[in-house]
């Protein structure tokens, strides 16, 4: 728990009554852990793994709007406004989760104001994010929009030797381009691009950057 930033600032007795009032859950790939739209039940903070947040289309179709990686947490905003579930969460790979439920989560906001600092620190992340790729959507095209996604990414979850940073994205084409908001088929033409001219070079899974290609 002492790794989890968001629990950075609390002692020991302060971790164990988190212990106390927190639940642990293991999701299989594929397990959704809440849908769009039902009342929220619970905060979540991912121990180990990797979850997918996304919506749906009408007609079906997904849109990939963040993903989790193992440190970060989700699931605070139903329980902050009281409303639904802004989107749903699932599981792309093994993933260990800590809960906690509304009314202790809330107490915990009125408590400890470094944990309500670093929640709200999160969303302003989020609402900055979400600006930028509304900016993107609307000014870019498909190769930045590709290539500016990976390097959110790459920010986010990436390690960095030198000027190259090595990702792992549990996610398929269809998912990434959604996230980047591209075709499928632009996607692979801008990867292959970007592999072609040693940008970047891709295992399963995995992505990296070479920061000092990108230039141009
Ligand atoms: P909540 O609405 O309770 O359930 C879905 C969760 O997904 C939401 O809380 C946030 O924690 C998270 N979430 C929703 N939209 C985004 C987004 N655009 N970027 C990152 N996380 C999000």
């Known amino acids: 728990l002492k790794k989890v930033q968001l629990f950075e600032s609390l002692n020991d007795e302060q971790l164990q009554h988190i212990l106390s009032i927190a639940?642990?859950?293991i999701f299989s790939t594929g397990s959704v852990l809440f849908h769009e739209n039902e009342p929220g039940a619970a905060?979540?903070?991912l121990l180990k793994g990797s979850i997918k947040i996304f919506t749906r289309g009408s007609s079906g179709e997904e849109k990939v709007l963040s993903l989790i990686g193992a440190g970060e947490s989700f699931g605070e905003l139903s329980l902050i406004d009281g409303r639904p579930r802004s989107a749903s969460a699932q599981a792309v790979?093994?993933?260990t989760v800590l809960t906690v439920t509304a009314k202790p989560f809330l107490e915990l906001l009125r408590h400890h104001f470094d944990i309500t600092h670093h929640i709200m620190t999160e969303l302003?992340?989020?609402l900055r994010d979400t600006n930028q790729h509304v900016y993107d959507l609307t000014f870019l095209d498909a190769r930045t929009r590709v290539l500016k996604n990976l390097i959110l990414l790459a920010?986010?979850?990436?390690?960095?030797?030198?000027?190259k940073i090595t990702i792992r994205i549990p996610l398929n084409y269809?998912?990434?381009a959604q996230m980047a908001g591209v075709p499928k088929q632009a996607l692979s033409q801008v990867l292959r691009?970007?592999?072609d001219r040693l940008i970047l070079s891709s295992g399963s899974n995995e992505y990296t950057l070479d920061l000092s290609r990108l230039n141009g």
């Open 23 to 25: 639940n642990k859950q």
């Open 43 to 45: 905060f979540y903070v």
């Open 93 to 95: 790979e093994p993933s």
């Open 124 to 126: 302003c992340r989020r």
């Open 155 to 163: 920010n986010r979850h990436g390690s960095r030797i030198g000027n």
């Open 174 to 176: 269809d998912e990434l």
């Open 193 to 195: 691009d970007l592999e």
